[in-house]
């Protein structure tokens, strides 16, 4: 159905507590993203996937990890959230990192408190 | 850092005018794709452009490329009020594609 499934849509935490965004995509690609966005800044690049257990650090990975133990499901974790990490957090999937579409997930708003 | 960028914050435009969106980056490229971000909706790609072609057409849009002046630009012709959105260049050199910060299209009636 190519489809980037974002959970939870909205959080709102307090600020030193722990953060889980899940993100799933049921297009068997190998290759998935974790973005933000904020106004005026864009999308920023916080991790990539390139598979199951082969993460790398993007623009932006301080305060942030990352897990992918199956191929379809990549997580974003915040250990102790901070209020600057208030943002919109986006999730994308792609065949190939340099050149594929990128399909994108409708994004998870997080305010930290 | 950010590689590509748009050269506009905003526009706005009457709808069934044409329009024009600017993208400037800063390295050499593979290919450039141009996504639309519709307001509370995650970021949809319109058009991929490589780094060996000067023009690639989707419909309404046009898309074209210049490697020398390393700049892209996005026609939409006969906008409509559903064209509103923000509209992001992101060119893909090394390992991963990176986004400019966009631009603001507003299609008034």
């Known amino acids: 159905d190519m489809k980037v499934t974002q959970m939870p849509r909205y959080l709102i935490k307090r600020m030193g507590e722990n953060v889980l965004l899940e993100c799933g995509q049921d297009m068997s690609h190998e290759t998935m993203y974790w973005y933000r966005q904020d106004p005026g800044l864009g999308l920023q690049l916080i991790y990539i996937s390139y598979d199951v257990d082969s993460n790398s650090e993007g623009d932006i990975p301080k305060g942030y990890r990352v897990s992918r133990k199956k191929r379809e499901h990549f997580s974003l974790i915040l250990d102790s959230a901070k209020t600057n990490q208030t943002s919109v957090y986006f999730c994308?999937?792609?065949?190939?990192?340099?050149?594929?579409?990128?399909?994108f997930g409708e994004g998870s708003k997080l305010t930290v408190l | 850092s950010q590689l590509a960028e748009e050269n506009l914050w905003a526009l706005s435009v009457h709808e069934g005018e044409s329009v024009t969106v600017n993208c400037s980056y800063k390295t050499s490229i593979t290919a450039l794709q141009w996504y639309r971000q519709k307001s509370g909706e995650g970021p949809a790609q319109l058009i991929l452009i490589r780094s060996n072609e000067r023009e690639k057409r989707n419909g309404r849009l046009r898309a074209t490329l210049d490697t020398s002046s390393q700049s892209s630009s996005l026609s939409i012709t006969a906008t409509r009020c559903e064209d509103t959105a923000v509209y992001f260049c992101?060119?893909?050199?090394?390992?991963?594609?990176?986004f400019g910060t966009g631009t603001k299209l507003q299609v008034v009636p």
């Open positions: 992101a060119t893909g050199s090394g390992t991963y594609q990176r």
């Open positions: 994308a999937s792609s065949l190939w990192a340099n050149t594929g579409q990128l399909y």
